[in-house]
């Protein structure tokens, strides 16, 4: 028998949940020992209940295991969850209500100010909120969030620059089609076009990178004074969420100083050697016409945040373009780090 950790799957057959199964599958920590899907699922051979769309094979182990509803009972103590918002919010907390470590992709819990939104080289010592989350919320086991999928992106872009003073942030997102799931965008509507409107992700990336970013007291979190304006658009790219940020420092660092920043910025997962950190979580490209989602979107298997044309802006002060992996490390390989940080913390 494998001495890996047992983990669960919630919403298996979704595209995150194929994203889980596939960065699971070979994990020297982790193995998948139970699939959870919808009421339409529940009963099948996983081959059966959903037509697999990642470029890498699905797993023939998993792929012969049969799809559980999502319900406490038979599944693992650890769970990662790529359920749909509609249904995650209740689903995750049942389990937890049950004893399980519920590491979720989903955005119903985010901002819940006992649950940790983390990005492990920003924000590790956030887990720090599971202490208190038990008492108040009646979980037996706690409730770890990543961040959306172009928060992780500005976030981390936004990091190294944290010790000049992040003042004012503009950012303006040309998200990849893969964002929207699957099917996602109808193909007539997004083919050679833009659609100026990513509902809901405005918000998302001006409340929850403050919170990431944010200092923690005795009484929780207190979010970062940056004031973040974002601006979400979609556009015909397959993967690799692109952002073209503005920000204004406190101070006037030159523009090498805050490239230096940039390329030395290391978090705890590095430190840590967990097996799902990239070398550099940050990566610095002094060519002028990078990142590009199709040359750098899988750098570092996808965990990498690209970022380059670092300048000044008559504006704001500096202005530069930051790109990642929508699904990787915006999604389930986000999750994935946050359950590797865990474990090694022993909070597992």
């Known amino acids: 028998m494998s001495t890996k950790i047992e983990a669960g799957v919630l919403g298996a057959t979704g595209t995150v949940g194929q994203e889980f199964i596939t960065r699971l599958a070979d994990h020297p920590w982790f193995e998948v020992a139970w699939i959870g899907a919808?009421?339409?699922?529940?009963?099948k051979a996983y081959r059966d209940a959903t037509p697999w769309r990642l470029p890498a094979p699905r797993p023939d182990r998993i792929a012969d295991m049969t799809v559980e509803r999502v319900t406490p009972g038979r599944a693992p103590k650890l769970l990662f969850s790529g359920l749909d918002a509609s249904v995650a919010g209740e689903?995750?907390?049942?389990?937890?209500?049950a004893g399980h470590v519920v590491v979720t992709n989903a955005r119903n819990h985010r901002m819940d100010p006992l649950v940790p939104l983390v990005i492990p080289e920003v924000n590790a010592d956030h887990l720090g909120l599971l202490d208190g989350q038990g008492a108040a919320r009646g979980w037996s086991g706690p409730i770890?969030?990543?961040?959306?999928c172009s928060t992780i992106v500005l976030a981390l872009a936004l990091a190294p620059l944290r010790p000049?003073?992040?003042?004012?942030?503009?950012v303006s997102t040309l998200q990849a089609a893969s964002g929207a799931g699957y099917p996602g965008v109808?193909?007539?509507?997004?083919?050679?076009?833009v659609i100026p409107v990513v509902r809901g992700e405005e918000s998302k990336m001006e409340t929850e990178t403050r919170k990431i970013l944010g200092r923690m007291s005795e009484s929780g979190v207190e979010p970062h004074p940056v004031t973040v304006s974002a601006g979400t658009t979609r556009v015909p790219v397959i993967n690799g969420h692109t952002e073209l940020v503005t920000v204004s420092l406190d101070e006037a660092p030159a523009v090498d100083d805050v490239v230096a920043a940039i390329r030395?910025?290391?978090?705890?997962?590095?430190?840590?050697?967990l097996p799902g950190a990239p070398r550099r979580p940050v990566l610095y490209m002094d060519e002028d016409d990078r990142p590009q989602p199709r040359l750098d979107a899988d750098r570092d298997g996808g965990m990498a945040v690209c970022v380059g044309r670092?300048?000044?802006?008559p504006v704001l002060g500096y202005k530069l373009v930051a790109m990642g992996h929508n699904t990787v490390?915006?999604?389930a390989g986000a999750a994935v780090l946050n359950a590797e940080l865990l474990k090694a913390t022993d909070r597992l």
């Open 310 to 313: 670092l300048r000044t802006c």
């Open 91 to 97: 689903a995750e907390a049942e389990f937890a209500r």
């Open 164 to 170: 000049f003073g992040l003042r004012q942030v503009i």
């Open 329 to 331: 490390r915006g999604a």
């Open 144 to 148: 770890v969030t990543n961040p959306n």
């Open 38 to 43: 919808s009421e339409r699922s529940a009963g």
């Open 264 to 273: 030395e910025f290391r978090g705890r997962p590095q430190e840590l050697d």
């Open 186 to 193: 109808p193909s007539l509507d997004l083919v050679g076009n």
